[in-house]
């Protein structure tokens, strides 16, 4: 069965104060790895899509990285705004449903 | 453009009434999802549909849960006989094929409460 787990649960940080969440899996065949970010009372938003180890994407003051273990979201300088929950999924096989993690609460203050 | 919308946003029911959940997916897209997020839980996949068909509906968590698809386009998850444990937001999704490693887009979810 797949299993992807994240960590930490919560995490506060001062604005501009850079960190890194995980995301670390066991799972057969993975085919894609999806980063979301979910605000209070919304659906989860999509992020990044990584396919193969040694793949990484940006988008502004993130930045996903993948090996064949564990998945980074790397947070530089971030803003109050930034603070969500990020959520982690894995697609494995020929299935085509998302297998997620319980996320990691990211609070950001000034 | 539009995307998932969902609807109604907020059901509270008495335990054991039958509720109908309801999702429309961004148009065009041919696979649609059923997800469900409970407290302090990830979100769990209940049944993804490829057009009108359900190749899988390994999630559903039991006979009291049922989803349909018509026309290629809105689906209804159906509950019955709710029960206290069934209360959680579900969430809805789509992708435009359903091929694997595509992005499913998601809805902004039905909160569910069972008295």
């Known amino acids: 069965e797949d299993q992807v787990t994240q960590s930490p649960e919560a995490l506060r940080l001062q604005e501009g104060e850079s960190s890194s969440l995980n995301c670390s899996y066991t799972?057969?065949?993975?085919?894609?790895l999806f980063w979301y970010r979910q605000d209070p009372g919304k659906g989860p938003e999509f992020l990044f899509t990584?396919?193969?180890a040694g793949e990484e994407k940006e988008k502004e003051r993130l930045k996903a990285t993948l090996t064949k273990k564990e998945s980074f979201l790397h947070i530089t300088a971030p803003k109050p705004e930034d603070s969500a929950t990020y959520l982690c999924?894995?697609?494995?096989?020929?299935?085509?449903?998302?297998?997620f993690g319980t996320g990691t609460r990211l609070q950001v203050t000034l | 453009g539009a995307g998932v919308s969902q609807s109604p946003s907020n059901k509270v029911t008495e335990k054991g009434k039958d509720v109908e959940l309801r999702c429309d997916p961004i148009?065009?897209?041919?696979?649609l999802y059923w997800y469900r997020q409970s407290l302090g839980q990830g979100l769990e996949f209940l049944i993804y549909?490829?057009?009108?068909?359900?190749?899988?509906k390994s999630g559903l968590p039991s006979d009291r849960f049922s989803a349909e698809r018509t026309g290629g386009s809105v689906s209804t998850l159906t509950i019955q006989r709710t029960q206290q444990e069934d209360s959680a937001v579900y969430l809805c999704?789509?992708?435009?094929?359903?091929?694997?490693?595509?992005?499913?887009?998601f809805g902004p979810g039905t909160r569910l409460l069972v008295l």
């Open positions: 999704a789509s992708s435009g094929s359903g091929k694997y490693q595509e992005t499913q887009y």
């Open positions: 799972v057969s065949g993975l085919r894609g």
């Open positions: 990584l396919y193969s």
């Open positions: 999924a894995v697609q494995t096989g020929t299935a085509s449903k998302l297998t």
């Open positions: 148009s065009g897209h041919t696979a």
């Open positions: 549909f490829q057009g009108n068909s359900a190749p899988d």
